[in-house]
């Protein structure tokens, strides 16, 4: 079975209207004038239908291509921005390690640091959540743990914020 794609729904949609549009008129032709006028009233109600299913066809199919790039871009944003947030995490847990001093190697803090600048410098990032990874950032590199907790915080919200945006 072929997948249920948003083309395929309005193809199986104005196919269903167009044979109840003909079957109508079909019907209505019946009524008022016998066979040969149920014949000519259900062509002509069948191919106006036709004609009009293949406008409506053709704007839809459009919007919907503008609706699937727009959601494409939006979730990759949304991608980038949960992964600047990941990796700046990543390296709080490298800085303010649970299990003591000795926890973490300076190679392992210096490559967990290393990655989060990259990944917070990327084009694609967006500014608010850049800025807000800029001063966590900072503030891990000074070991100032309040300061970090605070801007980490302010990180999560511009990400938040990212993704709940209309």
């Given at each position: ?51 009009g299913s293949f406008l409506v066809r053709r704007r839809a199919l459009a919007g919907f291509a503008t609706a699937q790039r727009e959601a494409g871009v939006r ?52 500014r608010r959540v850049r800025e807000a990874a800029a001063d966590a950032l900072a503030a891990l590199d000074e ?24």
């Amino acid at each position: 079975m072929a997948p249920f794609t948003p083309a395929r729904a309005l193809l199986l949609l104005t196919t269903g209207l167009v044979c109840l549009l003909t079957a109508a008129g079909a019907l209505i032709g019946a009524l008022l004038g016998g066979a040969v006028a149920a014949s000519a009233a259900g062509a002509g109600t069948g191919a106006a239908g036709l004609a009009g299913s293949f406008l409506v066809r053709r704007r839809a199919l459009a919007g919907f291509a503008t609706a699937q790039r727009e959601a494409g871009v939006r979730g990759y944003a949304e991608g980038i921005a949960h992964g600047v947030l990941l990796h700046v995490t990543v390296y709080e847990a490298a800085v303010f390690p649970r299990s003591g001093p000795a926890g973490v190697t300076p190679e392992e803090r210096l490559a967990r640091r290393t990655i989060a600048y990259r990944m917070a410098a990327l084009e694609e990032v967006p500014r608010r959540v850049r800025e807000a990874a800029a001063d966590a950032l900072a503030a891990l590199d000074e070991a100032d743990r309040s300061r970090a907790e605070e801007t980490l915080a302010r990180l999560a919200g511009a990400v938040r914020q990212e993704y709940a945006r209309p």
